[in-house]
C-alpha cells in the first residue's frame, strides 16, 4: 500500500494510489492522523468537494430526502447545527430559495460563510430566544420541515456524549411541535439504540409516521442515526 509523507505535499493522490496513509507526525496525535487519513480516503468527501457541497453531510440529507421524500419546492426549513452548511444547501436547491425570497434558515453557534438562499444565524440554539428569532427570520411563517444535525463535541465518553446529543434532540423535537405547519417533518441526529422512550412517545402521538434511519453516508463504524418524524398532526395535549 504507497506511504505519502506529511508536510508539504500530503494528502495527494496519484492514479495509482488506492489508499492514502499518513504517517503520524510528531505533534500530531493518532487520532488526528487517523481522521487525516479517513478524510483522505472518504469518497464521500471526494463527492461534496466535485459537486461544490460544504460537507459530506450533505449526502446523508440527500439520502434522507430520497427515502422519505422530505423536501419539496416552496416550502421552508429550519437547520439546527446548520455549519458548514451542506444540509441548507441541499435544502436551499431543493426548495428553490433564493436570497430575494429565501425559505431555508440555518442557526450554529459556529460562524460560517454566507449559503446563497439561506439566512445564517451565528447563535446557540439552547437559548431562549433562538426559537423565536428563527421564525422571525422566515419572516413569522411556520416550517414545514425541522432539521436537526446538531451534535456537541464528542467527549470519548459514551454515556455522557449519549446524554448531550439526545438533550439537544429533545430541545430539536419540542421546537418542531411547537412550530411546525401540520403534515410537516422533523429530522435528527441520535445515537444509535439510544432515542429515549419518553420522546418517541412524544414523537409517535404528534406525527402520523416515525422511522429511525442510518443513511448509507453515515459511517458504518460511527453510532450516529437518524429519527425521521412525518406528517405532523398539529399539536397534541397528552
Ligand atoms: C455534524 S455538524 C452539522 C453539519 C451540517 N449538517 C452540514 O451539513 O454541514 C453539527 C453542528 O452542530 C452544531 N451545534 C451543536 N450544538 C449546537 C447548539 N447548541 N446550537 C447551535 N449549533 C450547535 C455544531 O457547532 C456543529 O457545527
Redo the contacts with the bound molecule.
Sequence with gaps: MPEIPTGKGAGRRTDRDLKVRVKTARKRKLSSTLWLERQLNDPYVARARAEGY??R??FK?IELNEKYKLLRKGMRVV??????????QVAAGVTGSTDEHPLIVG????EMDPIPGVILLQ????EDDAPQMLIDALGGHRPDLVMS????PTTGHRATDHLRIMH?VEIAADFAIQVLNPGGAFIA?VFQGGTEHQLLHDLKRNFNSTFHAKPPSSRSNSAEAYLVAKGFKGRQEE
Design positions: 460544504k460537507s453531510a450533505a440529507l437547520d439546527l447545527g446548520a455549519a458548514p452548511g451542506g444540509w441548507s442557526i450554529d453557534y459556529l447563535k446557540d440554539f439552547t444535525d446538531m451534535a456537541s439537544l441526529k
